[in-house]
C-alpha cells in the first residue's frame, strides 16, 4: 500500500511502544501512533493526557484537537485535574512521554515558544503547554516530528522543553535527575543520543531512506554510526487500522 510522509511518522511512532504501560501523550500524531499501538500490539497501553484524562478511548473518525475536549475523556477510566495528571509523572509512574516542536537542536532541546530574537521575535508559537513537564518528569521522552532542516537546527531559538542542554551532563547539573530524551522518531528515521557526548545520532532509516537524506534534512552534523540498520515498511495491517482512525485524514 502507498503510504504518505505523515503515516510513516505514525507507525514508526507507534512501534516504539512495545512494552510500554503507560505514555503521556499529546493531540494530533502522537495520540493517533498510541491508539494504532493500543489496536496492534499494545492492548494495555494507558494513555493518559494532559487535561486531565486517564485511559480515554480514541474514538475512530473523531480524533480530538485539544487536550481540554470532552472527545479526549470518551470512556476514561479517570478524570481527575490537570495538576494530578502531572503529579503522577512527577512520581515516576508514567512510562514514556510524547513531544514535538517547531525546533529540535542536536542535543534534544525543543522549541514551541518563538522563532528569532526573544526581544522581538518572528512568530510567536504556543508555548509550552504541558512540554516543558512531559521531558522534565517522564521516564523516557520520544520526540515525534516531521524531519525538516528548518526544524532540525544547530541550536533553538528558546529552550522551550530542555533535552541535554548543552550535551555531556548539562541535563543533570541543571537538577534533572529523572528521565531522559531517548529517541526521536521522524518520517525518514529513528535517532537516538550518543551516551556521553548526548549528540543526536542515526540509529536507523526507514526504507527507501538514505543517510545522504537524512543529513540533507538536518541543519546540522549528526552522528553516523556503522551498521545502521533499516525499519520495516508500514504493513497492509497497520496502514488499514490508522487509516480507520482518521479517515477524513485531518492529521494523515
Known amino acids: ?40 500490539h499494545a492492548p494495555d497501553l494507558t494513555i493518559v493526557v494532559e487535561g486531565g484524562s486517564i485511559g480515554p ?15 479526549v475523556a470518551h470512556r476514561a477510566r479517570m478524570l481527575p485535574g490537570i495538576t494530578d495528571i502531572f503529579l503522577l509523572a512527577q ?12 525546533q ?31 521531558i522534565s518528569l517522564c521516564r523516557r521522552v520520544m520526540v515525534v516530528t516531521m524531519h525538516e532542516r528548518r526544524r532540525f537546527v544547530p ?17 543533570r547539573k541543571a537538577g534533572l535527575l529523572f ?15 550518543e551516551e556521553d557526548s548526548k549528540a543526536m545520532r542515526v540509529a536507523a532509516l526507514h526504507a527507501g531512506v538514505t543517510v545522504a537524506d537524512v543529513r540533507d534534512n538536518t541543519g546540522f552534523e549528526l552522528l553516523i554510526p556503522e551498521g545502521i540498520g533499516t525499519t520495516e515498511p508500514p504493513t497492509e495491517r497497520e496502514l488499514t487500522v490508522l487509516r480507520s482512525l482518521d479517515p477524513d485524514r485531518r492529521f494523515l
Open 91 to 102: 512520581r515516576g509512574f508514567l512510562d514514556v512521554g510524547f513531544v514535538g516542536g517547531a
Open 179 to 193: 528521565g531522559r530524551v531517548s529517541r526521536v522518531v521522524t518520517h525518514l528515521a529513528i535517532l537516538d543520543f
Open 104 to 134: 529540535i537542536d542536536r542535543y534534544g532541546n525543543l522549541n514551541s515558544s518563538l522563532l528569532g530574537p526573544h526581544e522581538r521575535p518572528k512568530v510567536r508559537l504556543p508555548g509550552s503547554g504541558g512540554a516543558n513537564d512531559i
Open 1 to 40: 500500500m502507498n503510504h504518505s510522509a505523515a503515516e510513516v511518522l505514525a507507525v514508526m511512532a507507534a512501534r516504539q511502544l512495545r512494552g510500554v504501560t503507560s505514555l503521556f501523550a499529546g493531540v494530533g500524531i502522537p495520540l493517533l501512533a498510541a491508539a494504532l499501538a493500543q489496536k496492534t
Open 155 to 171: 541550536q533553538v531559538d528558546f529552550v522551550t522543553s530542555p533535552g541535554f542542554l548543552g550535551g555531556g551532563d548539562a541535563r
Open 57 to 71: 478511548e480514541v474514538i475512530p473518525g473523531r480524533l480530538p484537537i485539544s487536550t481540554n475536549e470532552m472527545r
